[in-house]
């Protein structure tokens, strides 16, 4: 297997999915209004983050992507909670000093409640662009000694097509149909790009060695049918919905490392009757539409083995994803996050052993990936729910969140111990 010394092994999370108690978020009083499961104390890492630690130790993870949650550094506009940001400061010590190499990520789709308050249409408006800018600001001053490696925005068109597009998220706007208006033309990716830009200015200013990259959730897209329609349709999504934002910034050489979540496979249909003239086939608009109305306007689902989450499990897509970003380009990729919810943990050994053999392949086509982080550590929120259990480690939330290894920790344990020599 092809992975270099010095690959990195390891995991990632988001703040508001495991740290427990942030109150002040956007997505706290969304769970309220539509009566979702509160996300309450979630995994609790914001006590138990030692144990985080000690978990990733047991894995022999040399790398860990978490993210620092807005509303918890920035609870009113302009105040700051150092004794937040120095908690921040001292997990990322930890980590390092257990030779785990810290990687931030700044937006991860939670943000601070005030923000919608002050500026109800959020990032159609310019305001959060110097909020976010600010709140970048203080975290780079307070983790520039301890982190070198930063995520600007974590799936940023998955945030804003279901938060924007969609209004299954907060702030919850519907867009839907005037997607290429408020997305494309001078549009929302627009603003998140330049938010990155200049993001990136301003870690590089205060550590020039800093490395900055995004994480772009990216499926492995195929046409329904193999005709030219829905290839034409195809396309017109990838742009959409990946190509975009990292035409933008790639080309402009605005990006150090392209983070890449990879999940699953998502067949295109052409549809007049649908925005961007495409009907791409989510489990999620299949679930919002209705299945016969899903199917009347060619919407395919795949056949294969899916996940508790209903996405189809296609480990092959991740090396052909990864390579055509590579071959497109060419800026060093990282894969953020791939992983299953899968609460028996049955399928979790083939689940790693597959993708993990598909991206060997990339790399041994030339592709240059530096690193690989599952998704996840440990159980977390769902963006509304419990159930989905992601974690290597289980969370007993009835009984003091404790840890417990998971099926599939040891295999990934090896794996990593032996630098992917046992795959
Ligand atoms: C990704 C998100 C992450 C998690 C996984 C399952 O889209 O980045 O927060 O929800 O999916």
Known sequence: MPFPEGFLWGCSTA??????????????????????????QAANSWE????????????????????????????????????ALERYAAMARSLRLAGIRPIVCLHHFSEPAWLYERHPRGWLGEEPVEHFLRFVDRVVLALRGEV??????????VWLMFGYGLGHWPPGLRHLFSLERTFLKDGLIDRVA????????????????????LAQNVADLEPARARVEDLQALQSWDRLVHGHLLDVLGSAGELDFLGLNYYTRIYVAASRLLPMGAMPGYGELEAAMGKP?????????????????????????????????????????????????????????????DHLRSLAWAMGQGADVRGYLHWSLVDNYEWGSFTPRFGLYSVDRAKAFKRKPANGAKLYASIVKSNGAVL
Not at 74 to 82: A, I, M
Request: aromatic share 10%.
């Open 15 to 40: 703040a508001y999915q495991v740290e427990g108690g942030n109150t002040g978020s956007n997505w706290a009083a969304w769970e309220a209004k539509k009566r979702l499961e509160p996300c309450g």
């Open 48 to 83: 138990m983050w030692r144990e985080d630690v000690r978990c990733l130790q047991e894995l022999h993870a040399n790398a860990y992507r978490f993210s620092v949650e807005w509303s918890r550094v920035c609870p009113h506009p302009g105040e700051f909670y150092d004794e």
């Open 148 to 157: 070198s490696e930063w995520v600007t925005f974590n799936e940023p068109l």
């Open 194 to 213: 330049r938010a990155h830009r200049e993001a990136r200015r301003l870690i590089k200013s205060a550590q020039p060695e800093a490395k900055v990259g």
């Open 293 to 353: 109305l899903f199917h009347l306007l060619g919407g395919r689902r795949g056949e294969g083995a899916r996940t508790d989450m209903g996405w189809e499990v296609v480990p092959t897509g991740l090396g052909r994803v990864a390579l055509r970003l590579w071959n497109a380009y060419k800026v060093p990729l990282l894969v953020t996050e791939n992983g299953i919810a899968d609460a028996t943990g049955l399928r979790r050994e083939d689940f790693l052993r």
